[in-house]
């Protein structure tokens, strides 16, 4: 995974979906007006929103990726986040947009058109999208960027799209059944919505500082835990108050570190940087910001007077 984030920066993969967009709407468009399908035509609807997505997404972490600046002293990772958001609004318009016109078609049942190379060209697009998601949703986990796993969600849910249709338009010509070509356009309206849905959500968990998975917490656990010390009943060093944050692609967790109030202070930071950097190594991406404080202080949170 790490040859992959070598080269497949966000900012490349975004043009290059970008680019595939524009294929993949000319070859929908044209399955569309060869075979008059409803189906296809709600595919090729859901391939704009793509194109819509990934400039967006583009233009968003090309933010992200700007340095903290004196207005944004923690970075702008979060842009990342309106992107994904961005896209859940599209997606969940392409689907109200694809319902209303299955449901005039499903009144109004039409004949087929040249299925085969409306087929031929509908597939061909669909392969296209399967290979780039896949390479997008790798990268995505080598970056951990969500404009690139929303993007790469969304190109997996075209995929299934795009074969659904298929499988309807195929259902179609056996049967004769005109309706089936409307319904299979309405269900993938459906799990359009669905999709779109889920990533506003996620979107919006992230903008409310979520926090780091319960995996990477267990790792954050465990090197604290390398660290911390008694002697006999005694403890020498521990820690409290962890919480944790994730933004964008960066990650941040805050703690206490408590030793011994004798320590000369050159000794405890000295110990703090240790820390640092091992938790830094072990979680990639991570900040760390450790407060000191004597073994016998503690701090409080949650005075009544901080929600005044």
């Known amino acids: 995974m790490r040859s992959v984030s070598v080269w497949l920066t966000p900012q490349r993969l975004l043009m290059v979906s970008v680019g595939m967009a524009l294929v993949t709407i000319g070859l929908k468009t044209g399955a569309w007006w060869l075979t008059d399908s409803v189906g296809l035509l709600s595919d090729a609807m859901e391939s704009l929103v793509n194109l819509a997505s990934a400039v967006f997404g583009l233009t968003m972490v090309t933010v992200a990726a700007r340095p903290a600046d004196e207005a944004h002293p923690y970075g702008h990772h979060k842009a990342e986040y309106f992107s994904s958001g961005f896209e859940g609004v599209l997606i969940v318009a392409a689907a109200l947009g694809i319902l209303w016109a ?7 049942p039409q004949p087929l058109q040249s299925v085969g190379w409306g087929l031929a060209l509908s597939l061909i697009s669909s392969a296209l999208n399967g290979l780039l998601a896949w390479v997008m949703w790798r990268a995505s ?24 249709v298929v499988l309807g338009i195929v259902l179609v010509t056996f049967s004769g059944w005109l309706w089936l070509d409307a319904a299979v356009a309405i269900a993938v309206a459906l799990n359009i919505l669905r999709e779109g849905l889920n990533l506003l959500w996620r979107s919006s968990q992230g903008l409310m500082d979520e926090s780091l998975k319960p995996e990477v917490r267990r790792v954050i656990d465990e090197v604290l835990d390398s660290f911390a010390h008694k ?14 944050r994730k933004a964008g692609q960066r990650r941040f967790v805050d703690l206490h570190m408590h030793m011994p109030a004798h320590w000369s202070l050159g000794r405890a930071a000295a110990l703090r940087t240790s820390v640092e950097k091992a938790l830094m190594s072990a979680v990639p991406g ?15 949170f949650d005075d009544p007077r901080d929600l005044l």
């Open 141 to 164: 986990q080598a970056h951990r960027s969500m404009a690139l796993e929303a993007d790469a969600r969304h190109l997996v849910v075209d995929v299934w799209t795009s074969l659904a």
């Open 286 to 300: 991570l900040r760390a910001t450790i407060q000191l404080l004597p073994s016998d202080v503690e701090a409080h």
């Open 102 to 108: 299955a449901t005039h078609r499903l009144l109004d």
């Open 231 to 244: 002697r006999g009943e005694a403890v020498i060093l521990r820690f409290d108050h962890v919480t944790t």
